[in-house]
């Protein structure tokens, strides 16, 4: 042990923090951008913003859905249906196509995908193909372009020094709560230090909850051993007991028509106590081995887990139901991952999640800032006392990482909200090349850090964040017919598109002043140093000083 124990734990907190603070930065970035990620769909496909308000009831809705499917795809093995819910309002339709008569053995079939009048049936004329808030959601635990399993074993490492860190870090500040309502401005490295203080205490208590709870939501992955007990290893047995899902046959080959979907829903929605359903899968419709499945749209409480209830297509009768009675270490679990995703919360408590996932950005941030200001700090320090040491290649790649990160993943996020609107709408693998310009600009700016590591890199970077983020809401005006003009000063909705582009409105304000504050204060260290250069060494110290806080 260090010095002593605090000492060790203040150790433990530094480098647990800092070797993996970066990857921390995104997936904390993109989980909180995930909060909102209906709504940031529904912002990226500006074709479906006039049918957001249409209001219909979830039978119309079904019936629209079935009447398209039965004329579109008659013939499919599989139907799905995609009800309108309460931030998601487009209906989709889904089949799966037979495979050609001459196709190999063991062919599946094509999957097809239509977003659908609500009214109508009819398909959406030209709407963009886009991951939309989809992408960012699986950013978060998936990282993109690498093999999902390696990319969860790395955030789940990630975010176990997540955890290390975070109470290390409660154990070393024994006036943590008094270091909350201490601020020191323009204090070089205190001033970097009460802002880590404040940001890690003001939520405290979501960043160990996010924290805890995502481990746990890979928990099976990362331990695997009590299963490989019970189970011999056969982990499809133990999903099948605790996740139980509706079975499913071959076809019998014999025409049956399919008994109404209206009553099914009905009796659905009465055994739910009045709640909706959110989709259907009709299994070999026409067939006389015809099934329903019908799943509930999530509760508004902790547990995620959605009931579902399946029909035979036929006759009408029950199957079976499940997911409505589930045993105490399944609801545990789904509280807890219900917690993590906060799908349970309201609008107004969506934003105090959304808010306290900006500070636990800044908390990362300023942790990472932190440790290069006091190293960058003690290399002038030992320049003033006529020392010869020059900055060292750790400081100066923490210092490239930490803009390439920090000031460049801003950049990342608003080149793919900017792409989203400029590529052609009828573009092949759209969805592709919003996320490649995604990662461009993140690469870019990755770059040029790493060429150019210093405050003016960071104030360029911060500006083009800023630029790009604020103009958003004025590439809208001229693009859709949605801008904040429309759905802000004529109320003519929808709420959530006002929402975003003033959201992004004032993300890329906070970065401005960012750019700006930093620009005015190396302003104000040039002009020490100018003040004092024509008289002693000492002095020319002081302003290094000043340059490195």
Same mark, same amino acid.
């Given at each position: 042990?260090?010095?002593?124990?605090?000492?060790?734990?203040?150790?433990?907190?530094?480098?647990?923090?800092?070797?993996?603070? $970066?990857?921390?930065?995104?997936?904390?970035?993109?989980?909180?951008?995930?909060?909102?990620?209906?709504?940031?769909?529904?912002?990226?496909?500006?074709?479906?913003?006039?049918?957001?308000?249409?209001?219909?009831?979830? =039978?119309?809705?079904?019936?629209?859905?079935?009447?398209?499917?039965?004329?579109?795809?008659?013939?499919?093995?599989?139907?799905?249906?995609?009800?309108?819910?309460?931030?998601?309002?487009?209906?989709?339709?889904?089949?799966?196509?037979?495979?050609?008569?001459?196709?190999?053995?063991?062919?599946?079939?094509?999957?097809?995908?239509?977003?659908?009048?609500?009214?109508?049936?009819?398909?959406?004329?030209?709407?963009?193909?886009?991951?939309?808030?989809?992408?960012?959601?699986?950013?978060?635990?998936?990282?993109?372009?690498?093999?999902?399993? $390696?990319?969860? $074993?790395?955030?789940?490492?990630?975010?176990?020094?997540?955890?290390?860190?975070?109470?290390?870090?409660?154990?070393?500040?024994?006036?943590?709560?008094?270091?909350?309502?201490?601020?020191?401005?323009?204090?070089?490295?205190?001033?970097?230090?009460?802002?880590?203080?404040?940001?890690?205490?003001? =939520?405290?208590?979501?960043?160990?909850?996010?924290?805890?709870?995502?481990?746990?939501?890979?928990?099976?992955?990362?331990?695997?051993?009590?299963?490989?007990?019970?189970?011999?290893?056969?982990?499809?047995?133990?999903?099948?007991?605790?996740?139980?899902?509706?079975?499913?046959?071959?076809?019998?080959?014999?025409?049956?028509?399919?008994?109404?979907?209206?009553?099914?829903? %009905?009796?659905?929605?009465?055994?739910?106590?009045?709640?909706?359903?959110?989709?259907?899968?009709?299994?070999?419709?026409?067939?006389?081995?015809?099934?329903?499945?019908?799943?509930?749209?999530?509760?508004?409480?902790?547990?995620?887990?959605?009931?579902?209830?399946?029909?035979?297509?036929?006759?009408?009768?029950?199957?079976?139901?499940?997911?409505?009675?589930?045993?105490?270490?399944?609801?545990?679990?789904?509280?807890?991952?219900?917690?993590?995703?906060?799908?349970?919360?309201?609008?107004?408590?969506?934003?105090?999640?959304?808010?306290?996932?900006?500070?636990?950005?800044?908390?990362?941030?300023?942790?990472?800032?932190?440790?290069?200001?006091?190293?960058?700090?003690?290399?002038?320090?030992?320049?003033?006392?006529?020392?010869?040491?020059?900055?060292?290649?750790?400081?100066?790649?923490?210092?490239?990482?930490?803009?390439?990160?920090?000031?460049?993943?801003?950049?990342?996020?608003? %080149?793919?909200?900017?792409?989203?609107?400029?590529?052609?709408?009828?573009?092949?693998?759209?969805?592709?090349?919003?996320?490649?310009?995604?990662?461009?600009?993140?690469?870019?700016?990755?770059?040029? %850090?790493?060429?150019?590591?210093?405050?003016?890199?960071?104030?360029?970077?911060?500006?083009?964040?800023?630029?790009?983020?604020?103009?958003?809401?004025?590439?809208?005006?001229?693009?859709?017919?949605?801008?904040?003009?429309?759905?802000?000063?004529?109320?003519?909705?929808?709420?959530?598109?006002?929402?975003?582009?003033?959201?992004?409105?004032?993300?890329?304000?906070?970065?401005?002043?960012?750019?700006?504050?930093?620009?005015?204060?190396?302003?104000?260290?040039?002009?020490?140093?100018?003040?004092?250069?024509?008289?002693?060494?000492?002095? =020319?110290?002081? %302003?290094?000083?000043?340059?490195?806080?």
């Amino acid at each position: 042990m260090r010095e002593g124990f605090r000492q060790s734990m203040a150790w433990l907190h530094t480098w647990s923090g800092l070797l993996v603070c $970066w990857v921390l930065f995104l997936v904390f970035c993109a989980g909180t951008a995930s909060y909102f990620r209906e709504e940031i769909t529904l912002w990226m496909k500006p074709e479906l913003h006039a049918s957001h308000s249409a209001d219909i009831g979830t =039978a119309q809705a079904a019936q629209v859905a079935l009447t398209a499917l039965q004329a579109k795809a008659p013939e499919a093995s599989r139907w799905f249906i995609t009800l309108p819910a309460e931030r998601s309002t487009a209906l989709r339709i889904g089949w799966i196509s037979p495979p050609p008569k001459d196709a190999p053995p063991k062919t599946r079939g094509k999957f097809t995908s239509q977003i659908i009048d609500p009214l109508t049936g009819d398909k959406m004329p030209d709407v963009r193909e886009t991951r939309g808030g989809e992408f960012l959601y699986r950013l978060h635990f998936d990282l993109h372009y690498m093999p999902p399993l $390696w990319a969860r $074993w790395i955030v789940g490492f990630c975010a176990m020094f997540m955890l290390v860190a975070i109470v290390s870090g409660v154990i070393t500040h024994k006036r943590i709560f008094k270091d909350f309502f201490t601020f020191r401005p323009k204090k070089g490295q205190r001033s970097w230090l009460d802002a880590h203080n404040a940001t890690a205490v003001l =939520a405290l208590p979501y960043h160990l909850m996010i924290t805890y709870t995502g481990l746990v939501t890979l928990m099976f992955m990362y331990m695997p051993w009590g299963i490989q007990t019970a189970y011999k290893g056969n982990q499809d047995s133990f999903f099948a007991d605790v996740f139980p899902s509706a079975k499913n046959g071959k076809a019998a080959g014999k025409p049956m028509p399919l008994t109404p979907l209206q009553p099914l829903l %009905a009796q659905a929605e009465q055994r739910w106590h009045g709640m909706h359903a959110v989709g259907i899968t009709i299994n070999h419709p026409g067939d006389a081995n015809a099934t329903i499945q019908i799943r509930r749209e999530e509760e508004k409480g902790l547990n995620y887990i959605q009931p579902s209830v399946q029909y035979n297509g036929v006759t009408g009768a029950l199957i079976s139901a499940d997911g409505e009675d589930i045993g105490g270490a399944n609801a545990t679990r789904g509280v807890l991952y219900g917690l993590h995703i906060g799908h349970f919360a309201n609008p107004l408590l969506r934003v105090l999640f959304f808010l306290c996932g900006l500070t636990g950005c800044a908390m990362v941030a300023t942790g990472a800032l932190l440790w290069a200001v006091k190293t960058r700090q003690s290399h002038a320090k030992k320049l003033a006392q006529g020392g010869h040491i020059g900055a060292g290649f750790g400081l100066r790649l923490v210092e490239a990482l930490n803009i390439g990160a920090i000031a460049g993943l801003p950049i990342a996020f608003a %080149a793919y909200f900017w792409a989203n609107r400029l590529l052609p709408v009828a573009m092949e693998k759209r969805p592709d090349a919003e996320m490649n310009w995604f990662f461009i600009a993140w690469g870019i700016a990755a770059v040029l %850090a790493q060429i150019r590591p210093d405050r003016r890199m960071w104030q360029w970077q911060l500006w083009v964040g800023a630029l790009l983020f604020m103009g958003i809401p004025v590439l809208n005006v001229f693009t859709t017919s949605s801008h904040l003009g429309v759905t802000l000063f004529m109320a003519q909705g929808p709420w959530p598109v006002a929402g975003f582009d003033l959201t992004v409105l004032a993300l890329g304000i906070g970065l401005a002043f960012a750019a700006w504050h930093l620009g005015r204060k190396k302003k104000a260290v040039k002009k020490i140093g100018k003040a004092h250069s024509h008289n002693d060494a000492d002095n =020319a110290n002081d %302003a290094k000083l000043q340059e490195a806080a």
